[in-house]
Structures are given as structure tokens and as C-alpha cells.
């Protein structure tokens, strides 16, 4: 037996050497085998993977089957590289898909109509996650870090740059610092036009706009809102490329630098997209005190989905900080006045007609985000609506001029909005076991524990994987839950009429928070489900307490363990409610930048920014004991090119840093210093999220987060500036 | 064992060799040879004393005792207030006239009966005698009670009734009093034979009557050492025996060259004699009854030919009967033809073809069960064993029923239980089904799914109602209350395919499976050991027996080779026969299931680490035997008997069960347990060991699959126990496909990042 196997083995080594040796074959026949190759190895793997996604098994062929898939999971992940995601990428869709199939045609066994039909709610919602864990793994499939490319040595070929900065309601204080900076930015001045397209037609705007020499562009209506203000101002310009900035997003001096030069070297470039930064805290890192430790809400779209969606050339514009060639919006008529975000709308306009968008994951612009979650649920309500209405009006699945990954990523960014109804029946269903006592999910409690734990395993690890940078394990359930409820009605009202519902709402921005309270208007759905949540879990106690045999227990414990899983994140979600003091008006930012201070004795000592606001700032001097009784001092900055000098008076500072209060700014001043402060070209980078947290880690967070609402009632903003 | 026995009962030249089958019912001494003819019956007998032996004029057949537990009463009866009426029947052979008889009844009783309680005993409506049910009585001691002849008939009802207490209600009192007569209660009875006329037209008697419950026993003679043409013809006609006997089962012991006292069936070809016969001239094909020269009152059954093709014509002829003999002491036998069967027609096992009604499985009364708290009703069938057992496979019942007064019944507490084979698996609350209002009750109707693994060759289907009285129920109407399962409620196999994992010896010990898929047993040889005894031809016989048991049907088409000429039947199931020493393919062919029997010892192998990581593979079959063999061999010194089921090494698509033990007699013994009713319970997986007392199922060897399924199914069946190389396969697949995106995507990027459109 053993001869025969080695007479076997060196046949096949002799035949495998021989093929080594055959002359390689001229480069056209290469290709073309190797593409009949890689369309054979697909379809056979296409196949392994259906017999993997069919075979049925008991429940020790399963267990052991999930047991060998994890284990090789975490293997991989230990050594992970880019094949390797891919890989763990494909195992999970092969699990997941595995899953789906099992609970099909395995656990629809219903045995009343009510069952029936929450059962298959449940399972239609596990489908719709099915689908769009597969869209997102093919979204971010090979983010494309693509890296900004120098505009050319001749100027007289850089491109002539409108700058739209819109606004409606929001206050001078905050836009005409956006103005400042967006007109310091580094580009000939004779190519740069900055205008404010003011649709509140308010005169302190206009006169603001004249005496500093910004562009002001009003119009008589606010039709069609804000894709309506801008499609008018396209009309009253000529630049041949437009950057937009919302009236908050103030840009750093570089952005036109480090922008333009795709659109220049690449004629079909349509839109060079950058992140949407914010500098202040965001509701949920305000009100959860997560500030540097977890990363924002945006971080996952702006961080790895809009840069996978590059390599789909798939890459949409959001409405802000990004660069528009003139010629690509006028070829599809301006601004899609349709739906309410114009902005998505308009850029799968310009990708139907072949237009070219990239994405740079650079912070060339920062905002102010949202203060207070209501306000957050506002905007989000507009988005949903919007991209449901274009899911609608112009699927992306369907007409011409699309590729097949610009549809799936098109999708993807619109079918995730549909996430609200179900989260909200992931949330309830343990509650159809523990209150209702019925089986919406018709088999043996460990059948679905050997099924549903691979999935739910492979679907955690990988995705911690690829998304742990952008996006912390379980914090996904925290953001959606906190907007389930308030989307459910809205979304599913323009699913249906997708005409219905409210216009543009304008997102507020840039208000105070006086002092602590609670949301109880907004959150009330949050909260019934939360008592419903642990009504379940004490009636399960309770049953399990009274004596039920193993197979009962082991159903009462896998939904006990889901319903508390949901209290957690609900009490997360609860927290957020609870809106934490926000008095400060204006920007502080947090950089060492070098100063010069002088004294009114003639002394000067050189200093380092601790941290600058327009109001005033902090400095670590190099010669501490010049400060001492100080009153009026000349702070000198680097304002981009140049460096400028304020007036300050000190506020204090003995012993410690110097800390200084500006005098009255002149429009002129005001402009360095917003310059200096929010318009440097480093502004942002090197901004910290904090570092990547497991799935276990991050589950003690998201819990600690979640039990702060119980017990941290008395407790103040810290002192974390 | 059982040469003792044999030679025991030789012995007793008078006595009737339609005793009991040895160890299968309690120990009872054989009368005295007749006693002096008396011209009239006694008076009766006192209850202290054994039954008087009754002077009649007849040849006495013996003394016979009928358990209750033989007679429908497999767990005694048991009487309570509100259900105080009980009763077993009792059946005269034809053959037979009863000379004297009593009741032998072990009673047990609780306390808190009233005081004047009586338990009132009736044979056919007459009081044969009352006993007092005092105070509680857990005695061992028999009651006896005289029982005068002239009370019996051929069908005989002995019904107990407690006096004093209430006969029905509607709420039984299973807390209360109780009062139970013993499984081992027995009819005893003297029986005096009847003579029979030399005629061929009273067969199967004296052979087979189907009123004796006892064991069907009678001798096959053969002149010399049969050879493979003689078994051949006396297989087919021990499986027209063993399919007469049924659930009795049979005794069927093989002797060479004497004639035994009692029945016996003769196997006389061309010149052969037999010490002590005379055998008429045979010109052809040829059956004759005759006197056991030996023994009066026996028969010899002659099945004679000039040659072997003779030999099996008139041994068809007998099993088929169809007009192919005459009436009278001789008679020439026609060829009989019979059409070809199909798999799976045996005339025994419920039809796949199409639903079947309960009404061709089932008399209407037996269908039927009465009162408030009814007797179970059961329907016995026999069907193939190896329907596909799996998720999804279920077989559906079209299930319909009545209760003719449901207004005394409290439907939302009531239920049908339905068990198959003892296992519960479906309770229908009357409440919840579908019902159509008849005049006077309620018909109910639904499907039930029975689970395909439930489902062995031999099948009762047991159907309770477990009724709930209505406030409206009173005594008088309940004892009025019918509960009937709808003949025309169906059974339905058809959609069922055949696919089972082999070797199953229960399939083999239920249902003779899968010999038995063709009824004829016409793709089955039998290979006999090159010297064959009596005992590996008793064990043949009774194999055969087990065989036309199973199907209703007898053997026609075995084969029976010698082993040297295995080779001739590779396209054929095998049963092999014979002991460890004198049957050489069991020494070179069981060690292909792990089994070592070169030493006449058996002996359980070690696997190679081949092997090993075959099984390992093999998730469903990993479980094996190998150290509980030895250790159970080992236990004990000794011979034992063995049966082995394996993959044929001739051909894949067939099987071999081998019957084999230790010695001729271990394999005598083997074949015997498959008579037995421990054969449903104790023999299952690919390998039986036999002692006396103690038989124990193993698993060895790898499984494999018999059958045939859609293309679909049978890949999810063959994908559904391998989840190791499930997994090799996702690993591969997404191994492979990552590749091909590594450098796809890496291709596409690229491109993208340098300046290309898309």
C-alpha cells in the first residue's frame, strides 16, 4: 500500500515538473488562459460554496462545522493581510449565506398565523442584513487611499474656482468665519471667487459680504431649497470648478491645492469628495463622553465607505467640502431638485452619464457637528427620506450607465437607510418568547445556537476587522437604535410615496446647551421598549426560576440573552438622550503653534499655543517670569503666509500659562485670525479617535456607557476640555 | 440445550410434540400417558388439585397450558371501580377435543373494595366460580377453578367481573381500589386428538391451526445430508410454514436419516430411503400424507420427486397450494407459475404505490373501542423497513374519527393519542380539529406526519382516546359511547423513497430486509458450509421460516449454494450459514468488518490508522465497538452465536448477513433468537453475539447506503454527514475566490489610482 502511494506521488511530481518546464506561451494566449482560468477556479469555487451553503446537518455535524470555520477565522485574523480579508470576507458571506438558507428552509415550520407572520418578519429582516453585510463587503472590498496629486507647475492651467458657500438661517457668527478662511485659501486670486448664496436675504450678510469683498448671490424665492440656491447661483457664475462648503465647514488653506489636482488631471473628473470634520463633539460624544476614545458616527462613511466606494468609482458627493467640475453638473441640469439630498442624487446623475468622482481621506475643511440628538434625528430623517426617494424615483440597480460596482455601492448607501424597521424587530423579537411565549423561530434552541453562532461569530470578527478602524464593534446597534424609531414612519412612508412627507429641512447648528436635562419627548419610544425589554427579561427569569425542563431553559436563555444585549444598547441609546451642557460659542482648538509675545515694557518672550480660540488663547512661554503683572500684551501669529499681530489683554496666568483675552478684532484681523486658527493646512490631521477596541473591549464600554444613564444622574461634564 | 430438549421430548413417545416452544412459556410437566378410557366426563375437579386427566376416547394429546398473556392479555387485566369488566378468549385446536380444564388465576387485589365484593368468573356467560375480594391479597399462590368441558366451544370468552362495585361511570377511580389477574393466569387444559383422515385436503392441519397461540413445531426429515436442491425445496416450505405461524413463530429441527415421534415433513428424491418408512413410488412431483409409523397419532407430511427440479415442483405446489394437489393421501403436484414479483410487493407489507385505508389493515371492530375510557385501538401491519428516515421525510396519515356522544365528553380536555410502535408521537386535541357535525356525534378529521424512523418492518399503530367526561355524562351513556378510527382514513407510503444505511440488523430481524425486498427472494442465495448438520439446517429452516413470516410470501426463488460455489450467486444477497470452523467465507470475509474468526474464535480487530482516518471522516457511522466486543467476549468462556451484516465483497450494490456461531448448535441458537420477540428489541447495528441470557447489538464496520433517492436529495443526504470536508470545501472555495479578487481588485485599483477612466 505504501509502495503504491509513493509510486503515485513521484508520477505526479514527475508531471508537475514537466509542466514547469513547457515554454511559456506568447502574452495574448496568456491572458486570455488566464481569464478562462479564473472563470473556471469561480465557478468551481461558486459551486464548493452552494454545497457548503445547502448541506444539512444535525446538530453535532453542525456544531463541529461552525467550531472548524471559527477557529480558522481567528487564525486568519491573527495573520490578516489584504488576501486574507478577502478571504474571512467570503467565509463569512459563505456562513451567513448558510445560515439564511437553514433558517428558509428549516425553521418555518409556524404553527398559527400569528407566528407566521412575525416569524417571517424576523427572518425578512435577517435577509435584508444578509444583503447588506454582502453590499458593505463588497463596498470595502480595496479601500483605494488614493493620495492628492500636485496641480501643475504652469498656473495658467489651474482652473478658475467658484466657491459656494450656502446658507439659510444659520448666524453671521458662524458663516462668516467659513467666508474668512475659504477666501484665505492658497490659490490665485484672480482664479478664486468666494460667494455666500444667502436664501434668508438677510442685509447684515450683504453688507458683511461687501465690506470684506465676498461675493453675495440672493434670489428673490427659496424654491427647491438648497439644491435650488445653489442651481441659481450656477447660473449668476462662471468658474470652471466649484468647491462647496456648508456654511459651517471652515476650509484649511490647502484644500483647493490639494483638491484640484485630480480634477486637472483627469478631464473626466467630475467630483474630488473630502471627509466632513468636525471639531466639536457630536451628540453622542458629548452626551456619552466618548470624545478621542471611540470614533464619530461619521468616521465609518468617511473613512473606509466612501473610500471603497473610490475604487467602485463609486465615490458620491455629500454637499460639502468637495470640488465640482462646472461642465459635469451643467451636463446633467444643474442640482436634481427631486428629493431632498440633492447631493447623492445628483452625483449618480453624473456617474450615469460616465463622470469620474475620487475620494482623498484627507480633513481639508471642518465643521461643527450636530449639537443636540434631536437635532441629529432631524438630519438623519432628511437623508433617510432622501436616499429612499432616490431608491425610488432613480434605483441605481436599474438605467443605463452604471457599472456593477457603482450599483452595488449606490445600493448599499441608499438600502442602508431602510435599517429602521429591522433594527426595531431585532430589538422586539426576544420579546416574542418572553411576553407573547411564542416560537418565531420554529426549532430546537441548540440547533439555533450551532447555526446562528458561526454567523453571528464571522459576521463580528470580520467586521471588527475591516471596519475596526472606523467603527467599533456594537456601536453600529448604538447609532441605528438611537434612530430606529424615529425613521420607521418616515422611511417607510417614502418607500411607499416616496413624494410624501416634509421638505429640506435646514440642520441647525452651532447653539448651546444651558444645562443637563433629559430628551423624554424624543425618546419616548426608547424607553417603552426598554421597560418592555425588561418585563421580558423578568418574566423569563421568572419561568427559568420556576422550574422548566433543560430544553425550555436553553430557548428562555438564548432570548434572555438577546433581550439583555438590547437593554444594553437601549440604555446606551437612553444616554444619549440625556443632553450634557454645552456654553461655549466659540471654537477652541488644541494646537501648538509657535508665538511671539510682547510686552508693553518692550520686552518679548517666544511661546507655544496651548490652545486659540477667536476669543482668546493659552501660551507656554519661554521666559515664565516676563508674564508677571501684565495687563496689555501683542500676540504674534503665523497667519498663513504671513504673521499678524492682536492686541489681548491678560485674564491670567501667574505661575502657570499665560492666558490672554484678544481686543476687538478689525474684519482684517478677525481673517488672519481665522486663518490661524481653523484655516492652517495641518489643521486637522493627526486628529486622535482613540485606539482600535476589540469586540470584547468595546462590548465593556458600550455596557459602562449604557449603565452611566442608570447611575450617573448627579454627575457633571468632566473636566476633559 | 435444546438436543436435550429434543431428546426429552423423543422420549415421550405418546406425548404431543405441540408442546411449547422450550423457555418461551412457563414450565409445565407432561401428563401421564392416557389414562384408562372413562365412559362419561366427571363432575369436575376440586380447585386443589391438578386437573384431573378425563378418560376420553381418543389418544391423549396432552396436558396444555394458555398464559393470558398468549390469549390478548399481554399485561393481565385490571379491574377498577367504574371499569370493573375484563376478559381474555380462549380457542380450541380443531384437531384437538378438551377432556378437561381449569382456570389457573393469579390474583392480586388492593384494599377498600366495599366489604361484600366478589370477583364473579364466566366462561361463555356461565359462572364457573366467585371469589371474595376481602382484604388486600398479594399472594403467589394460583387460584384454581374447575372448569367443566361441556362449557367450552372453539371459542371460548372467560370474562371477570367485580360484583358489589360500580361497573362503569364516567370518572375512573385509578387512585382507588384495584384488582389485577396475572399475565401468567393460564387456561389449563387435558386435550384428547381427534384422528384425521390420511387427506391432503386438511392441510395445514395437523401442521399449523391457527387457534393454538403456542409455537408452531414440527420435524423435517431427510433421508441423508441434504444437498443444495433439498434445502432449497424444504426453505419454501418452512417459509410457508413460518408464514402461517406469524407471530407464533416456529420450531422447525432437522433430522437426517430417522423418522421422529409426532409430525413431521418428509424430503424423499429419487432413491432415497429412510430407516423405518416405506415410501410410496414417486413418478413426478408427489405430496402424501401418512401415519407416522413411529407414533399414531402423528402425520408425515411426504414431499417426494424423482430428482430435484421434482422436488421443488411439488414443494411449490405445497406452499402455493392454488389447486396444484389433489385431495386424498397422494397426490401428483402441478407445476405452479407464478407472475414476476416486483421489489418491495411482498404480499405481507402494506402497498407504496398509493394511500391504503385502514380498512384493508384493519377489521371495523377493530377499529372500533367503546366507553369512556377505552382500550387502545391498534392496528398491526407490516411494511418495508428502509423508507428514508430524515428532516422533511414524514409519512402522511389521513386521519378521521369519530365519537358517537361527544356531548358527554369535555372535548377542550380530551385528546387522540397516536403511537407507533410504542413511541407517542402525536396527541390531536378533539377540541382543535376540523369537525363536521353528524347526527348524534362529531367527525374529526387531519393529517398526521409519522416520523419515517418510527416505522420498523413490524409496525403497531396505537390510537387512544384519552377522553375527558362532559358534566352532562352519566353511567348509562357512557357505557353507550363509541369511539370508531374512520376505515377510509389513509396511510400513505407512496411518496416515500427507499434509501437506508446498511448493514441494519434490525432490518434483517424485523422484516428480513434486504432479502425480503424482492417477496420471491429471488436476488437471495443462501450459502450453506460444505458440511452441513442438522443444526446449521434447523437454523437454515427457520431462517427461511423468518423469511416467509416476513413477507407473507414463500422463498420460491433462493438459491442455496455450497461456499465453493459462492462465485455463482456474486449478484445476489447472501445469508450465510454455518459454524466459525466449517463456514470458510466467514474467516475471509468478516475481517473486511473488522471481525477475526481464523482461530474458530471470534475476535474483534484493531483498525489500521487507514482506516482510522476513514472513520474519522465518516461523522454520521464514527461510533465503534471494537473494545466492547472483546470485552464481551471475553467476559464469558464459551461458545456463543453471532449475527453479522456487511457490504457484500462480491458486488457493492449487495449484502451478507452472516448466521454463524462457535459450534453447529451456537448457530442453531443464533437462528432461533430471530423467532424469538427479543429480536425486535436486541438485534440492531452490523454485528449480534448470542448466549444464553444475554444478547448484545455492536457496531464495527462502516456503513453504507442502499436505495435510491432524487438527485437533490441524495446529494444533501451525502453532503449532510460530512461536515469536516464541508468545511476543507468553504476553506478551498473562498481560498480560491479571494485569490482570483486578490488580483482582480489589485489589477482594477491599480489601473484606477494611474488614471484610467473606470
Known amino acids: 500500500m505504501l509502495a503504491e502511494w509513493r509510486t503515485q506521488l513521484s508520477a505526479v511530481a514527475e508531471r508537475l515538473t514537466q509542466t514547469r518546464e513547457t515554454p511559456a506561451p506568447p502574452p495574448g494566449v496568456e491572458r486570455s488562459r488566464t481569464g478562462l482560468g479564473f472563470i473556471i477556479v469561480i465557478a468551481l469555487a461558486l459551486v464548493m460554496l452552494v454545497l457548503v451553503a445547502i448541506a444539512p446537518m444535525g446538530l453535532e455535524e453542525q456544531a463541529l462545522f461552525g467550531i472548524a470555520t471559527c477557529a480558522s477565522l481567528l487564525v486568519m485574523r491573527r495573520f490578516a493581510n489584504r488576501y486574507l480579508v478577502l478571504a474571512m470576507a467570503f467565509m463569512s458571506m459563505a456562513v451567513s449565506t448558510r445560515y439564511i438558507y437553514w433558517r428558509i428552509t428549516a425553521t418555518t415550520g409556524f404553527t398559527s398565523p400569528l407566528e407566521s407572520v412575525l416569524g417571517w418578519i424576523l427572518l425578512g429582516s435577517e435577509i435584508y442584513a444578509l444583503f447588506v453585510l454582502a453590499f458593505g463587503y463588497v463596498q470595502t472590498s480595496w479601500p483605494l487611499h488614493r493620495r492628492p496629486v500636485p496641480l501643475p507647475d504652469d498656473v495658467g492651467l489651474w482652473p478658475t474656482v467658484d466657491v459656494f458657500i450656502p446658507t439659510f438661517n444659520e448666524p453671521l457668527s458662524i458663516v462668516r468665519d467659513t467666508i474668512f478662511a475659504a477666501m484665505s485659501m492658497d490659490y490665485p486670486r484672480d482664479k478664486l471667487k468666494v460667494w455666500c448664496l444667502d436664501d434668508g436675504r438677510r442685509a447684515d450678510f450683504r453688507r458683511f459680504c461687501e465690506s470684506i469683498g465676498c461675493g453675495y448671490i440672493t434670489r428673490a424665492d427659496n424654491a427647491h431649497a438648497k439644491a435650488g440656491n445653489l442651481n441659481n447661483a450656477l447660473l449668476n457664475t462662471k468658474g470652471e470648478v466649484i468647491a462647496f462648503f456648508d456654511c459651517d465647514h471652515v476650509p484649511t488653506r490647502g484644500f483647493l491645492q490639494m483638491t484640484l489636482g485630480w480634477i486637472v488631471r483627469q478631464a473626466n473628473m467630475a467630483v474630488v469628495q473630502t471627509p466632513h470634520h468636525f471639531y466639536s463633539p457630536d451628540p453622542f460624544e458629548r452626551n456619552l463622553r466618548i470624545e478621542h476614545q471611540v470614533p464619530p458616527e461619521g468616521r465609518l462613511f468617511y473613512g473606509l465607505v466612501q473610500d471603497g466606494n473610490d475604487f467602485w468609482n463609486a465615490t458620491f458627493f455629500c454637499g460639502s467640502c468637495a470640488v465640482v467640475r462646472r461642465t459635469a453638473l451643467e451636463s446633467v441640469g444643474g442640482f436634481a431638485v427631486e428629493t431632498v439630498t440633492e447631493d447623492a442624487h445628483t452625483a449618480l446623475r453624473m456617474h450615469r452619464k460616465g463622470w469620474n468622482s475620487a475620494y482623498l481621506d484627507l480633513p481639508l475643511a471642518a465643521g461643527l457637528a450636530t449639537e443636540r440628538f434631536a437635532i441629529h434625528v432631524g438630519q438623519r430623517m432628511r437623508w433617510a427620506r432622501g436616499m429612499v426617494q432616490i431608491l425610488r424615483k432613480d434605483n441605481p440597480l436599474f438605467g443605463r450607465g452604471l457599472s456593477f460596482g457603482q450599483r452595488i455601492c449606490y445600493l448599499n448607501a441608499m438600502a442602508h437607510f431602510l435599517f429602521a424597521l429591522p433594527r426595531v424587530v431585532f430589538l422586539l423579537a426576544p420579546l416574542a418568547y418572553l411576553i407573547l411565549d411564542i416560537n418565531i423561530i420554529r426549532t430546537s434552541a441548540f440547533m439555533l445556537l450551532a447555526f446562528a453562532g458561526p454567523h453571528l461569530f464571522h459576521t463580528l470578527i470580520t467586521n471588527a476587522y475591516v471596519q475596526g478602524k472606523y467603527r467599533h464593534s456594537f456601536w453600529n446597534e448604538i447609532y441605528e437604535t438611537s434612530l430606529a424609531f424615529h425613521l420607521l414612519i418616515p422611511t417607510l412612508k417614502t418607500l411607499i410615496a416616496p413624494n410624501s412627507g416634509g421638505g429640506f429641512n435646514v440642520t441647525s447648528k452651532g447653539g448651546v446647551v444651558e444645562k443637563d436635562y433629559f430628551d423624554a419627548k424624543l425618546l419616548r419610544p426608547h424607553i417603552i421598549v426598554c421597560v418592555l425589554l425588561v418585563a421580558g427579561i423578568v418574566l423569563g427569569a421568572l419561568r427559568w426560576w420556576w422550574g422548566v425542563p433543560a430544553d425550555v431553559k436553553a430557548v428562555i436563555m438564548i432570548n434572555l440573552t438577546w433581550a439583555t444585549f438590547n437593554l444594553i444598547v437601549m440604555l446606551a441609546v437612553l444616554s444619549v438622550g440625556r443632553e450634557r451642557r454645552q456654553v461655549r460659542s466659540t471654537v477652541r482648538v488644541e494646537a501648538e503653534l509657535p508665538a511671539t509675545i510682547f510686552f508693553p515694557d518692550g520686552r518679548q518672550t517666544g511661546a507655544w499655543t496651548l490652545n486659540l480660540s477667536k476669543g482668546g488663547g493659552a501660551f507656554r512661554l519661554e521666559d515664565p517670569s516676563l508674564a508677571d503683572h501684565a495687563e496689555k500684551v501683542v500676540v504674534r501669529l503665523p497667519c498663513g503666509q504671513q504673521d499678524a499681530l492682536f492686541p489681548a489683554s491678560v485674564i491670567g496666568g501667574a505661575g502657570g500659562p499665560l492666558r490672554v483675552q484678544f481686543a476687538p478684532l478689525t474684519l482684517e484681523e478677525e481673517q488672519l485670525l481665522v486663518a490661524a486658527i481653523l484655516g492652517r493646512g495641518d489643521a486637522w490631521t493627526g486628529w486622535e479617535y482613540g485606539p482600535i477596541e476589540g469586540p470584547f473591549r468595546s462590548m465593556v464600554r458600550v455596557l459602562g456607557v449604557g449603565m452611566g444613564v442608570l447611575f450617573s444622574r448627579g454627575r457633571r461634564e468632566g473636566s476633559r476640555q | ?758
Not at chain 2, 142 to 159: E, K, S, T
Not at chain 2, 255 to 281: C, E
Not at chain 2, 307 to 336: F, I, P
Open chain 2, 1 to 758: 440445550m435444546k438436543a436435550s430438549i429434543l431428546a426429552f421430548l423423543l422420549s415421550l413417545a405418546a406425548a404431543s410434540a405441540f408442546g411449547q416452544t422450550a423457555g418461551q412459556t412457563a414450565p409445565v410437566t407432561p401428563a401421564a400417558p392416557s389414562a384408562p378410557p372413562a365412559a362419561t366426563a366427571p363432575p369436575g375437579a376440586t380447585p386443589s388439585s391438578a386437573p384431573t386427566s378425563v378418560s376420553a376416547p381418543f389418544p391423549a394429546s396432552g396436558y396444555m397450558t394458555y398464559a393470558f398473556k398468549d390469549l390478548g392479555a399481554p399485561q393481565g387485566l385490571r379491574l377498577v371501580e367504574g371499569s370493573a369488566e375484563g376478559g381474555v378468549t380462549y380457542m380450541v385446536r380443531r384437531d384437538e377435543v378438551i377432556t378437561a380444564a381449569r382456570l389457573r388465576l393469579l390474583l392480586e387485589n388492593s384494599a377498600g373494595f366495599p366489604a361484600d365484593t366478589k370477583l364473579e368468573v364466566t366462561v361463555n356467560g356461565d359462572a364457573v366460580g366467585t371469589i371474595d375480594v376481602g382484604s388486600d391479597r398479594h399472594s403467589a399462590t394460583p387460584v384454581d377453578l374447575p372448569v367443566d368441558p361441556i362449557l367450552l366451544g372453539d371459542y371460548n370468552r372467560v370474562g371477570f367481573k367485580l360484583l358489589g362495585v360500580p361497573l362503569a361511570s364516567c370518572t375512573a377511580n385509578e387512585n382507588g381500589p384495584w384488582m389485577t389477574i396475572g399475565p401468567r393466569s393460564a387456561v389449563d387444559v387435558t386435550a384428547g386428538r381427534l384422528p384425521l383422515a390420511n387427506d391432503l385436503a386438511v392441510l395445514p392441519l395437523p401442521f399449523f391451526d391457527d387457534r393454538d397461540p403456542h409455537a408452531l413445531e414440527t420435524s423435517f426429515v431427510f433421508g441423508r445430508t441434504p444437498g443444495p436442491a433439498e434445502l432449497e425445496a424444504s426453505g419454501i416450505v418452512a417459509s410457508w410454514l413460518g408464514g402461517m405461524a406469524g407471530f407464533r413463530g416456529v420450531h422447525l429441527p432437522a433430522v437426517f436419516g430417522t423418522v421422529p415421534a409426532g409430525n413431521a415433513i418428509v424430503f424423499a428424491m429419487g432413491k432415497d430411503n429412510i430407516p423405518g418408512l416405506t415410501l410410496p413410488q414417486a413418478a413426478g412431483p408427489t405430496l402424501a400424507i401418512v401415519p407416522n409409523p413411529n407414533n399414531p397419532s402423528g402425520k408425515l407430511l411426504l414431499v417426494m420427486g424423482r430428482n430435484a427440479d421434482d422436488l421443488k415442483v411439488a414443494a411449490r405446489g405445497l406452499a402455493l397450494g392454488h389447486g396444484a394437489y389433489k385431495s386424498g393421501a397422494v397426490s401428483a403436484v402441478a407445476a405452479v407459475s407464478t407472475p414476476e414479483r416486483k421489489p418491495y410487493d411482498a404480499p405481507g407489507w402494506i402497498a407504496d404505490t398509493h394511500p391504503v385505508k385502514f380498512s384493508d389493515l384493519a377489521t371495523p371492530d377493530q377499529l372500533r373501542s367503546h366507553g369512556i375510557r377505552p382500550e387502545p385501538i391498534v392496528i398491526d401491519f407490516r411494511s418495508a423497513p428502509d423508507y428514508f428516515n430524515w428532516i422533511d421525510a414524514n409519512i402522511p396519515m389521513s386521519l378521521r374519527f369519530h365519537v358517537n356522544q361527544e356531548q358527554i365528553v369535555d372535548l377542550s380536555h380530551s385528546r387522540l393519542d397516536v403511537s407507533l410502535n410504542n413511541t407517542p408521537f402525536r396527541s390531536v386535541p378533539l377540541a382543535a380539529t376540523g369537525t363536521l357535525i353528524n347526527p348524534g356525534g362529531a367527525q374529526h378529521s387531519g393529517t398526521v406526519d409519522i416520523p419515517p424512523f418510527l416505522l420498523t418492518g413490524r409496525n403497531r399503530l396505537n390510537f387512544y382516546f384519552d377522553l375527558a367526561p362532559s358534566p352532562q355524562c352519566d353511567a348509562t351513556r357512557a357505557s353507550t359511547l363509541v369511539e370508531e378510527i374512520d376505515p377510509d382514513s389513509t396511510i400513505d407510503l407512496s411518496q416515500s423513497p427507499h434509501y437506508a444505511p446498511m448493514p441494519n440488523l434490525s432490518f434483517f430481524a424485523n422484516a428480513g430486509f434486504p432479502f425480503t425486498r424482492d417477496a420471491d427472494l429471488s436476488h437471495t442465495a443462501v450459502v450453506m458450509p460444505d458440511q452441513t448438520t442438522a443444526d446449521d439446517t434447523e437454523a437454515f429452516l427457520e431462517t427461511m421460516a423468518m423469511f416467509g413470516e416476513a413477507t407473507g410470501y414463500p422463498t420460491l426463488n433462493a438459491e442455496v449454494v455450497r461456499s465453493g460455489d459462492v462465485n455463482s450467486v456474486a449478484n445476489r444477497d447472501l445469508v450465510l450459514i454455518g459454524s466459525f470452523t466449517h463456514q470458510p467465507l466467514l474467516g475471509a470475509w468478516t475481517s473486511r468488518t473488522g471481525l477475526d474468526v481464523s482461530a474458530g474464535r471470534l475476535h474483534a480487530m484493531e483498525r489500521s490508522w487507514w482506516e482510522r482516518i476513514q472513520l474519522a471522516f465518516d461523522w454520521r457511522n464514527r461510533r465503534s465497538h471494537i473494545s466492547e466486543v472483546n470485552d464481551w467476549l471475553q467476559a464469558q468462556q464459551g461458545g456463543e452465536g453471532a449475527i453479522v451484516g456487511f457490504r457484500s465483497p462480491l458486488n457493492d450494490d449487495r449484502s451478507v448477513v452472516a448466521i454463524a456461531g462457535t459450534t453447529s448448535q451456537d448457530v442453531a441458537a443464533t437462528a432461533r433468537l430471530l423467532q424469538t420477540n427479543d429480536r425486535v428489541v436486541k438485534v440492531q447495528d452490523d454485528l449480534v453475539l448470542i448466549r444464553p441470557n444475554d444478547v448484545q447489538s455492536f457496531r464495527l464496520s462502516r456503513r453504507y447506503d442502499v436505495g435510491t433517492l432524487a438527485r437533490w436529495t441524495w446529494l444533501r443526504w451525502n453532503l449532510s454527514d460530512q461536515p469536516i470536508v464541508i468545511a476543507i470545501l468553504l476553506f478551498a472555495a473562498c481560498a480560491a475566490m479571494a485569490a482570483v479578487a486578490f488580483v482582480v481588485l489589485g489589477i482594477k485599483a491599480r489601473r484606477r489610482l494611474q488614471g484610467a477612466n473606470r
